[in-house]
């Protein structure tokens, strides 16, 4: 099913089509393991979640008033209250002119989600005020739920996990890492057949390269021939950080995209709401599978793997098998 036409083009909480997954503030168009630091602006839409000002999960804007996150993070600490989100910045002291602190308002996370199997791995976080895009600040693109992103293609991760699955220390600035899409099947089956359709895989067999604890909740965006960044996938869980033939595990967003765009939409059909909402803009950052399917592009989500007989762990404390 593709929710394209009336529905994404008015939905009244989604920024214009035009208007997402671009870098105003780039002069051309890693938790990372393996990775290096980001430039100011070169993910607008990344953002950090803090917990009591402990940086603890990564998202990505989705519009002005909403973000996506990963469902786990929140399973231990429930109260919007207790977080408050920061972007445009690439530092987690915030020390950027142009860094914003964004109280939430509300956190809804999948109601299928399972802290066993790390299924309907997924969360929309609504901000108490809608933040002002900048050059620095910007959407995400979501795209067409019958999109696909081929297998190999190369997609970026960024985050302010561990740089290293010993070293508990997080980094000061933003890292990013480029990771691959692996095929379904084989990723499949270097967890024992424990992934799902709404899990997909990134990284590299060899290892080197991944997500880590601290990155959960983070995007992993592919950029397509329009030069727009899409949304792939949200960071999840993993065994370990950057061991081979353990990829990334991620949220497979083009399955799970209907809920997200009903859940922060103004007449939902399955959220129940408890919170009024305020209207942003009226058009749209989903990106039909016309404009998306214009070449061969693709997008890999990277992320941590963690087996599904396992219960995820909060993002920062590390174990063997965790959520990122």
């Known amino acids: 099913l593709r929710l394209t036409g009336l529905r994404d083009q008015k939905s009244p909480h989604l920024s214009s089509a035009r208007n997402c997954g671009s870098r105003p503030a780039m002069q051309t168009a890693s938790r990372i393991v393996g990775g290096s630091e980001a430039s100011r602006g070169e993910f607008p839409w990344q953002v950090s979640l803090r917990e009591n000002n402990e940086h603890f999960c990564g998202a990505a804007i989705l519009t002005e008033k909403w973000l996506v996150s990963a469902a786990h993070c ?38 299928s989600y399972n802290t066993d199997t ?75 057949h424990v992934l799902t359709d709404r899990m997909l895989c990134a990284g590299y067999l060899e290892g080197k390269i991944d997500s880590c604890q601290g990155d959960s909740g983070g995007p992993l965006v592919c950029q397509e021939p329009s030069g727009k960044f899409f949304l792939a996938g949200i960071v999840s869980w993993g065994i370990g950080c950057a061991e081979a033939r353990r990829p990334g595990v991620y949220t497979r967003v083009t399955k799970l995209r209907d809920w997200i765009l009903d859940a922060i939409s103004e007449f939902p059909t399955s959220i129940a709401r408890t919170v009024p909402l305020i209207h942003s803009s009226t058009n749209s950052n989903v990106v039909n599978s016309e404009e998306l399917n214009s070449t061969t592009s693709g997008a890999i989500p990277t992320t941590s793997p963690a087996p599904a007989a396992s219960k995820p762990v909060t993002a920062h404390r590390p174990q063997g098998m965790s959520t990122h």
């Open 118 to 192: 790390a299924d309907y791995d997924v969360a929309v976080l609504e901000l108490k005020r809608p933040v002002s895009f900048t050059k620095y600040i910007q959407p995400v693109c979501l795209p067409d739920a019958g999109h696909h992103f081929p297998t190999s293609k190369k997609c970026l991760i960024s985050g302010w996990g561990y740089l290293k699955e010993d070293f508990l220390v997080k980094p000061e600035y933003l890292q990013k890492a480029t990771v691959e899409l692996l095929d379904q099947t084989l990723c499949s089956s270097l967890y024992s």
């Open 74 to 111: 929140f399973t231990e600490f429930q109260d919007p209250a207790m977080w408050a989100a920061y972007t445009g910045t690439t530092s987690l002291r915030g020390s950027d002119s142009g860094a914003v602190k964004m109280g939430i308002a509300r956190i809804i996370p999948h109601p």
